[in-house]
């Protein structure tokens, strides 16, 4: 597999460091090639190089995302202040579907919301006026979908066809927004605000000059000040949309603002940002941390969690920080996974109580053959894939690592 750059600040504990962009001799390190694995190595790579090159295949995932070094005083004081701020709402959704079920829904659900986010594309570069009334009805119907069952549209964003990225990745992060609102159990008509953010706060993006490259760290000093005009641009479009909630335009203002004021357009600090906005943050820093390149750094989801988790209490509101991380799990329902006796298997569903024993279909065997039906196993049960020891998952793999389509799930 070819090597993944990823530049110096996005580096997690756990990956392979094959190559830097200097070197080795002008460097302290003696191996050419080593496992991060402790704050030493990452203050020395942040040091002396902008960026290295990382083998995904021999990492070393970190299965529960945690600090490694405590913050400053300070900042653990705004943590402990902000984790006992309430985030979470009232609501008991209950699941009224399995992902079985669900799995045909969502998909038709995922495919029309996909055409119309092509629709409003081409109107935005036309000149043309959006559709708001046709942007909340499928906002609507993936609410629909994931208060009957989260797992099945989670499942069908993250094996999605990674074609037409930029469009694609608004459908996805509606997903993310709403199932997140579920997970806190906030209002219904709270979940359809999230989803229409998701969907339309970067529809500014497409505005911008072409051949801009897609993720911030490509860019230089002057091209990042026009890639930040993208959300006026979508403040702007989603003013001039009839049928839209009012607030919307100023919510979508927010996600690239953060809780120490670091942030853009504004600056906004702490409560200044709602908390709408603090949630939309959060989960389009993820989505970009785990988007394929060009749009994003391709990382696996439990080392985007812990860019995540090592940034709460600062860039991010620690409260929700921490409910995404249990919304999400250690292994996110999609993620490509290799078991303890060699096979591989995507997550299709996961344990609210037990979180590293999720559902797991297996799609092939320990010698890389298709496995035909697929086996699932609920890891909670505890399966035995030898007499002596029960199912485990041993590692996650990156997204290509296998190529299924989710049509072919549950046949």
Known sequence: MEHKEVPVEYLEFGMFVTKLDRPWTETPFVYQGFVLKTEQQLNALKKYCQKVYVDPERREVVVAPKL???PPASTRQVIAEQTKEKVRGTVAYKELATVEEELPRARSVFTQTNAIVH?????VITGNALDGERAKQAVNEITDSVVRNPDAMMLLVTMRDKAEETLN???QVSVYMTVFGRFLQLERERLEVLGLIGL????????LPQGMPGR???LALAEDEIFKTHVSNSVEILSQTAGLPAELPGLASLHHERYDGSGYPRGLKGSAISQIGAIAGIVDTFDMLTA???YGMQMPPSNALNVLFQNRGTQFHAALVEQFIQCVGAFPVGSVVELNSGEIGVVITQNLVKRLQPRVMVVQDANGNPIHPHKVLDLVHEPMATPDEPYR???TLDQTRIKIDSRELFL
């Open 68 to 70: 490694l070094a405590l």
């Open 200 to 207: 339309l706060q970067d529809i500014g993006m497409l505005k």
């Open 169 to 171: 990745r608004a459908t």
């Open 292 to 294: 394929p390149a060009p």
């Open 119 to 123: 629709s409003m594309s081409r109107a």
């Open 216 to 218: 911030r760290s490509d």
């Open 393 to 395: 998952i041993r590692r």
